[in-house]
């Protein structure tokens, strides 16, 4: 039996900050990564915090990958 690594190609994976790192601020009410705010005394439901994380991530890789272009533009 051939076991294969499961590994990223090149470039490997992004994550600008972790999951439970943006949980924990949102649900304290400090708006990670421009999230809105809420009150962490009500909470939100996990959809919410799902889908402000996916947003957050979107965002800031798309920033991530926009200063690339414009670092390599530059080095051009």
Do not use: W
């Not at 900050?17 to 649900?27: H, K, M, N, Q, T």
């Not at 304290?28 to 999230?35: C, E, F, I, K, V």
Request: hydrophobic share 40%.
């Amino acid at each position: 039996m051939v076991v294969e690594p499961l590994k990223p190609k090149r470039g490997g994976f992004l994550r600008p900050f972790g999951c439970g790192e943006f949980i924990r601020e949102f649900l304290l009410g400090r708006s990670p990564n421009d999230s809105p705010v809420i009150d962490p005394y009500v909470g939100a439901p996990q959809a919410d915090i799902f889908h402000h994380y996916k947003m957050a991530l979107i965002r800031v890789t798309a920033l991530d990958r926009a200063t690339r272009v414009e670092e390599k533009r530059a080095r051009r």
